[in-house]
Nanobody
Framework: QVQLVESGGGLVQAGGSLRLSCAVS??????MGWFRQAPGKEREFVAG????????AYADSVKGRFTISRDSAKNMAYLQMNSLKPDDTAVYYC????????????????WGQGTQVTVSS
């Protein structure tokens, strides 16, 4: 089973930026995604990217501020987060897809341990 390791989280002021990285243990030709979970809330979809990197999807709450990308040659996925808001505070999880889908939690079968993102007001 593929292993995923996230990095890049931290504390940032509102309006700032962070770039999350996800290292995949082996060559992975399926979609990738990012999810987040805030305290007391369910895990929610943030962004997804197709296996080729040519198609992406975003939650309405992050459209225009976050950008998902992947570097298949390096077995890496990224989430560039700009104009961060306190509501973006959560643990962010990288996920590996199971088939062709990249928009729903059920499309993903492997998850990382998560990285904390805290946005102060």
């Amino acid at each position: 089973q593929v292993q995923l390791v996230e990095s890049g989280g931290g504390l940032v002021q509102a309006g700032g930026s962070l770039r999350l990285s996800c290292a995949v243990s082996g060559r992975w030709t399926y979609p990738m995604g990012w999810f987040r979970q805030a305290p007391g809330k369910e895990r929610e979809f943030v962004a997804g990217i197709s296996w080729s990197g040519g198609s992406t999807a975003y939650a309405d709450s992050v459209k225009g501020r976050f950008t998902i990308s992947r570097d298949s040659a390096k077995n890496m996925a990224y989430l560039q987060m700009n104009s961060l808001k306190p509501d973006d505070t959560a643990v962010y999880y990288c996920a590996a897809g199971k088939s062709s889908g990249y928009r729903r939690p059920s499309d993903f079968g492997s998850w990382g341990q998560g990285t904390q993102v805290t946005v102060s007001s």
